[in-house]
């Protein structure tokens, strides 16, 4: 079926911008009195489980869930500015991100009650880390061809198979994964496919680093042998992972976090090309600016459109697709504008060490969270164009 994209022209409320004033408070705390080092987070890691608690107990993980799992029922353009924020400072939220972002909100959905008065407070105190079990070896983007086999067992399933990529596996207490419990019938291939909560502490599991081309460990393989899982472990309807996924996927390409990557890079360029860039450099970062706002205006709306519960998903795909050519293509463009700074090299260090990173990340970029080609057709089937 086809539909138009539909960007509403949404502006952040003035509670949101009051939060950004506490927020940005909190976060200048932090760096001033060594919290946090945002040049560590950027060049080592973000993992850092003390200041997910902090975070935690200013009330800013889980923000949008309800109280009684530990939420504060505030609005998902409160989160934003929050995400925003951290992400603009180069704050550490590996620890708790992925679980705020996407598994929290799948465990009030689909998780039996008791698992959510236990696991949900766990998250908002900043204490609780998750990671996302799709890809397989032969399984990216076709996640429907995914084949690690949940078999029926007593009392629970039976796990076996790879994921492949799990960013955050050899971090987490625990994995959201789809795994297959039938074959896919001949009317319906993504028919066969189960959500799971899985304890990753436990025997059956053996999580092996992969290392990325900045040499970093961010992602894993997680091998499964005989892994047990509980009944009250299945998320949501058996064979049906693919009714549940949809609107999840929006939430997790839309956010802020899917532009700013290498924002770090944009700041660093406008210091070191400093107070009177010649017309080249003062056009080229006036068009960066000028992209990166209107992508974070199409970012707001998108949040603010499923703040109203609408479910935005090809404005969702237009907005990582965009926004992550637009971080993709920072570090190039910005090498390009400082190419003839005449600097001091003591001046440009920072930056040419920031710009050396963002480089060898840059290629991943687009392939994370979804690739650009499959994202586009999304978007055309969305638009009635295949
Ligand atoms: C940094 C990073 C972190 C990640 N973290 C996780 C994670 O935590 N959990 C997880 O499950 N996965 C994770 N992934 C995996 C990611 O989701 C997959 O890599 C991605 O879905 C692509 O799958 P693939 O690598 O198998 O490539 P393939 O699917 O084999 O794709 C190869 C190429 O073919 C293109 N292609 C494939 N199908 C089509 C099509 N139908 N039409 C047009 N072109 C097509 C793709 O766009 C791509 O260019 C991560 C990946 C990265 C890079």
Redesign the pocket.
């Known amino acids: 079926m086809s539909q138009a994209i539909q960007f509403d022209p949404i502006r952040l409320p003035p509670e949101a911008e009051e939060l950004r004033l506490e927020v940005r408070d909190f976060l200048s705390e932090e760096i001033a009195n060594g919290g946090f080092d945002p040049h560590r987070t950027i060049m080592k890691s973000g993992f850092d489980r003390e200041f997910s608690k902090r975070v935690g107990a200013r009330g800013w993980i889980g923000m949008t869930w309800p109280k009684k799992y530990g939420g504060h029922e505030r609005s998902f353009l409160e989160r934003y500015v929050v995400t925003e924020e951290f992400r603009s400072q180069n704050a550490p939220v590996t620890s708790h991100f ?1 679980a705020d972002r996407q598994s929290g909100p799948v465990l009030l959905k689909y998780a039996e009650e008791h698992i959510k008065e236990d696991i949900l407070p766990k998250i908002t105190a900043g204490d609780c880390c998750f ?5 397989e070896p ?6 429907f061809a995914a084949s690690t086999k949940a078999t029926r067992t007593d009392g629970g399933y039976l796990i076996n198979g790879t ?7 050899h971090q987490a207490e625990y994995m959201i994964g789809l795994f297959r419990t039938s074959p896919p019938t001949k009317e319906n291939r993504r028919h066969g496919l189960t959500q799971f909560l899985v304890n990753l502490k436990q025997p059956g599991i053996t999580v092996n680093p992969v290392r ?1 081309m900045a040499g970093k460990h ?2 894993n393989e997680v091998l499964f042998e005989d892994l047990f899982i509980p009944d009250d472990h299945l998320l949501g309807e058996v064979d049906s992972a693919w009714k549940q996924a949809t609107s999840e996927l929006a939430y997790e390409r839309s956010g802020p976090e899917r532009f700013l990557e290498t924002f770090y890079v944009l700041p660093e360029l406008v210091r070191v090309i400093g107070q009177k860039p010649d017309a080249r450099a003062a056009e080229g970062i006036g068009r960066l600016v000028a992209q990166l706002h209107t992508l974070r205006r199409m970012s707001v709306s998108v949040n603010g459109m499923l703040q109203a519960g609408k479910e935005p998903v090809i404005e969702g795909s237009i907005v990582k697709d965009v926004g992550t050519i637009w971080e993709q293509s920072l570090p190039a463009k910005a090498r390009d504008l400082a190419a003839f700074v005449d600097d001091t090299p003591s001046n440009r260090s920072n930056f040419d060490e920031l710009l050396q990173y963002a480089t060898n990340i840059a290629p ?1 970029l687009t ?8 994202l ?2 999304i978007i055309a089937r969305g638009l009635g164009l295949r």
């Open positions: 992925t990671c996302i079990g799709l890809s032969n399984s990216g983007s076709d996640l994921k492949l990529w799990t960013s955050n596996a990325n961010d992602f991943k392939i994370q969270g979804g690739t650009t080609e499959v586009r057709g």
